[in-house]
């Protein structure tokens, strides 16, 4: 008998979904617009996308060492792209219609497949797909809590973000913080404000922070890391939500610092070191309450060099493997 969700509280099954999301609507066009323009023919090659990249360096078979059954749910949004391109923007909110669209189509994939009580591994693209990932987990396991590891809240709301870019607003969008958008009827709020915790945080808007302390979220900033240390963020962060809550992990890689995992979008000096991160999600696996894990904003095409690629790219699988139940020992 597989041992690693053997010991898991919530899973029926030891069977990991794993679904791949290559995906980069909701992220800053700058760095994608600006690589376009040099490589207009490769933008779309798997060579510039994170989840095929992870796929390719052998993350199925590393699962599957650890004894999980293996599912592959693969993406293409290229045609999606297309024909969202004639759909005119919601306000000022860039590329609603695509990154609504996208998210509904893998929120359902999650959905079926949490049903089965399956666990969940999704590889991003960009972090809007929390929408999607979290509310799919939420729609099978009640009293969800979420564990939200990120150098940014991404708690803006469609009138506080200036940007207008989707990847800093999942948070509001299943709190139910940023109300009913047109376009995305499909996702009601799902994720109680206090069934949320952020670690890793640096780089937060002022209005983020407003929304934060109105609504007394749970937030361990890097701050918070120096002081305590990262086991005892973890250990409060588990404490705050609760032994009996099932919890879905949404890691961005950008937690991490850009020495670590310097091919993202929207890197920020300062962040977690390679062990920190690690350990989040190994003390997660060891709570056996992970139902449910995201790896977003590996992002190769934003990459100064194959090295910072590979990097990136590697340091991404491990994430995912110590989640999933790998031990230094
Ligand atoms: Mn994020």
Redesign the pocket.
């Known amino acids: 008998m597989p041992t690693n969700n053997f010991t898991n509280k919530f899973l029926t099954t030891n069977s990991c979904a794993v679904i791949a999301a290559p995906f980069s609507g909701g992220q800053p066009k700058g760095g994608v617009e600006l690589y376009k323009s040099f490589f207009i023919c490769n933008i779309t090659n798997n060579l510039f996308r994170g989840p095929p990249r992870m796929l390719e360096a052998g993350l199925l078979d590393m699962i599957e060492g650890l004894d999980w059954k293996v599912e592959i749910q693969h993406n293409d949004f290229n045609a999606l792209e297309k024909e969202c391109k004639k759909v005119v923007d919601t306000r000022h909110i860039k590329n609603a219609s695509f990154v609504s669209k996208t998210c509904q189509t893998i929120h359902e994939q999650i959905k079926k497949h949490a049903a089965l009580g399956q666990m969940i591994l999704t590889l991003g693209g960009d972090?809007s797909l929390?929408m999607a990932t979290v509310s799919g987990t939420a729609a099978v396991h009640k009293n969800l809590g979420v564990i939200?590891v990120?150098?940014?809240a991404?708690i803006n709301t469609v009138d506080s973000t200036d940007t207008g870019n989707l990847?800093?607003c999942?948070v509001s969008f299943l709190t139910g913080l940023t109300g009913q958008v047109e376009g995305f009827e499909w996702l009601k709020p799902c994720l109680e404000t206090n069934k949320i915790c952020f670690i890793g945080l640096r780089d937060v808007d002022e209005p983020e922070k407003k929304i934060l302390k109105e609504n007394n979220i749970k937030a361990f900033s890097m701050y918070h890391v120096d002081k305590y240390g990262i086991s005892k963020v973890v250990e409060m962060c588990l404490e705050y939500l609760g032994k009996d809550t099932p919890i879905h992990l949404?890691f961005?890689v950008?937690a991490l610092d850009p020495s670590v995992a310097p091919s993202t979008g929207?890197p920020v000096r300062g962040g977690l070191s390679f062990r920190e991160g690690h350990y989040i999600c190994e003390a997660l696996h060891e709570s056996g309450q992970l139902v449910g894990i995201d790896i977003?904003?590996v992002n190769p095409a934003l990459a100064l060099s194959d090295e910072q690629q590979i990097q990136t790219i590697n340091v991404g699988c491990s994430l995912a493997r110590s989640a999933l139940g790998e031990t230094l020992l």
């Open positions: 972090h929390g939200w990120d150098a940014h991404d990847h800093g999942p949404s961005d950008d929207t977003m904003e």
